[in-house]
C-alpha cells in the first residue's frame, strides 16, 4: 500500500474510533491509552475528538520496556498496590461518562520471564482497587472501545520473516481491513457490519436456548447451560445513558455467559494462548459443573495453571462467543498473538469473570447474580475452540434441538 493511502487509511480508522468506537459527545472527556511509540496515532484520533466537540483528552501512556523494566526492578511492595491518582483518574472519569479509548498494543513476549508472582499480585491489587471502575465499565455507564496500532516489536512478532517496517505496515493493511476500513466511509461500513451480528444475536435470543452442545474433531465435546434470564449481545452495544458505542474494533462475535456450574466435558483448545508472555500451547481442559478440574497445555503448561488460579472465578467460565470460520480475520490465517484479534478468528470461551448479561441486571445485588450463574474473578481470558468442523446444537426449553453451528459457521 502506498504511504499516502497508508495515512489516509489511519485518520479514517482514527474517525471510526472516536465517532463509532466512542461515539463521543460534545462536551464528554475522553482518556486514551497508548503505547507511546504510537503517539502519532494517539494524535489523530485526538484531532477527531476534538472535532467532535471534545472537552478534553486526556493521556496514559504505556510502554513495554517500562513495564518490564519495573516488574524486573522496581521494590516488591509496589506490586500490592495502586497508586491512588491512577485510581482516581479511572473513578473520576468513569463517574462522570468520559469516553475510555484503549489503543492496547503489546510486545508478546515483554513479560517473559518476570516473576509470575509479582504479576498475580498486580493484578489482585488492581482487581482490588479498580473495582468500581470495573464494574462500571462491565455495566456500560461510560463508553469504551478497545482498538489496536502496531508497535514494531508486535508487528515483528507476528511477521518474523520481515524487517520491522516492512512488518509494521503489513500489520497496519491487515489492521485496517479487519476493521473495514478501506477508503470508503469506514463509520457506515462498521454500522453494515454490525447490524449483520445484530441479526444473530436477535437469533439466539428468541431462542433462548436452555443449553449449547458442542462438539468437533479437535476433541472438543461439552455441554454449556446458559443461565435462565441471559441474553446475547454482539456489535454496538447500549450505554447506560442509550448511547451506542462499539466495545472492540474490530469485533465478529456474538456472546453471552455460561451458568457458573453448567458446564460439563472437554474444551480443546484451537489455537495457542499468547498470555503474559507466553505462547500457551495445546490447551486441554476437563470441566465439571462449571470448574476446571484438570488444565493440560503442551507447552507453559504451569502458566495456565497460574492463570486459572488468580481467584476461585479464574477457575470457571465467563464467557461462550460464536465467531463464523469464514470471518475475515479467520481468512487470514494470521496469528495476531493479541486477543483483540485472535478471538474474533474463532469460536471461544474465556475463563474468569463474565459479563453480566442478564434481563435486569442492573438492579441485582452480586449476590443475587451469583445466584443466577453469573461467574465473578478478577480476570477474563479467552480462548479458542472453532475449527472448520465444529458443530454446535442449541437446545430449547422444550427440549428441540436447533443446529446454531455447522461446519464451522452459522447454520441460519
Ligand atoms: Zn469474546
Ligand atoms: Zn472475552
Redesign the pocket.
Known amino acids: 500500500m502506498d504511504r499516502n493511502r497508508l495515512e489516509s487509511l489511519k485518520k479514517e480508522y482514527a474517525k471510526l474510533l472516536v465517532r463509532s468506537g466512542i461515539n463521543l459527545k460534545k462536551g464528554q472527556r475522553l482518556a486514551i491509552t497508548c503505547p507511546v511509540e504510537c503517539a502519532d496515532f494517539a494524535r489523530l484520533c485526538a484531532t477527531e475528538a476534538y472535532e467532535a466537540g471534545c472537552a478534553e483528552v486526556l493521556l496514559r501512556w504505556r510502554d513495554d520496556g517500562l513495564t518490564r523494566m519495573k516488574y524486573l526492578c522496581a521494590a516488591d511492595e509496589v506490586f500490592d498496590r495502586v497508586n491512588p491518582w491512577e485510581k482516581d483518574f479511572c473513578d473520576i472519569l468513569s463517574e462522570e461518562g468520559a469516553g475510555w479509548l484503549s489503543i492496547y498494543a503489546e510486545d508478546p513476549e515483554s513479560l517473559k520471564g518476570v516473576d509470575p508472582d509479582r504479576i498475580r499480585r498486580a493484578q489482585i491489587a488492581s482487581g482490588r482497587e479498580l473495582k468500581a471502575f470495573r464494574e462500571r465499565e462491565m455495566k456500560s455507564e461510560f463508553p469504551w472501545c478497545v482498538c489496536s496500532v502496531p508497535t514494531a516489536a508486535w508487528a515483528k512478532a507476528v511477521f518474523p520473516e520481515m524487517d520491522e517496517q516492512e512488518a509494521q505496515e503489513k500489520l497496519w493493511e491487515e489492521i485496517l481491513s479487519a476493521c473495514r476500513v478501506d477508503g470508503d466511509d469506514a463509520v457506515e461500513a462498521w454500522k453494515a457490519h454490525s447490524d449483520e451480528l445484530q441479526r444473530h444475536v436477535e437469533i439466539l435470543n428468541r431462542y433462548d436456548f436452555a443449553k449449547l452442545i458442542y462438539k468437533n474433531s479437535a476433541g472438543t465435546d461439552i455441554t454449556v447451560e446458559l443461565p435462565e434470564g441471559h441474553y446475547w449481545a454482539g456489535g454496538e452495544e447500549k450505554g447506560a445513558d442509550g448511547t451506542m458505542f462499539s466495545a472492540n474494533i474490530p469485533t465478529e462475535e456474538v ?1 453471552t455467559l455460561p451458568k457458573r456450574d453448567g458446564i460439563n466435558g472437554r474444551l480443546v483448545a484451537t489455537k495457542p494462548l499468547s498470555h503474559n508472555g507466553h505462547l500457551i500451547e495445546g490447551i486441554v481442559f476437563e470441566v465439571r459443573d462449571g470448574k476446571i478440574t484438570e488444565a493440560h497445555a503442551d507447552k507453559f503448561e504451569e502458566v495456565l495453571k497460574d492463570a486459572i488460579s488468580v481467584d476461585e472465578g479464574a477457575s470457571y467460565f ?2 461462550v ?1 460464536l465467531v463464523p470460520y469464514d470471518s475475515p480475520i479467520s481468512r487470514s490465517g494470521i496469528l495476531f498473538l493479541n ?1 483483540l484479534f485472535d ?1 474474533n478468528a474463532s469460536c ?1 470461551f ?1 475463563f474468569g469473570e463474565a459479563y453480566p448479561l442478564i434481563k435486569g441486571a442492573d438492579n441485582m445485588t452480586e449476590e443475587e447474580l451469583k445466584a443466577r450463574g453469573v461467574n465473578f474473578s478478577m480476570t ?1 481470558v ?1 480462548f479458542m475452540i472453532g475449527s472448520p468442523d465444529l458443530e454446535i446444537t442449541g437446545v430449547t426449553h422444550d427440549g428441540e434441538e436447533v443446529p446454531v453451528f455447522r461446519d464451522g459457521n452459522f447454520a441460519f
Do not use: K, P, R
Open positions: 456472546f465467563g464467557e462467543a486477543t478471538e471461544h474465556a477474563h479467552d
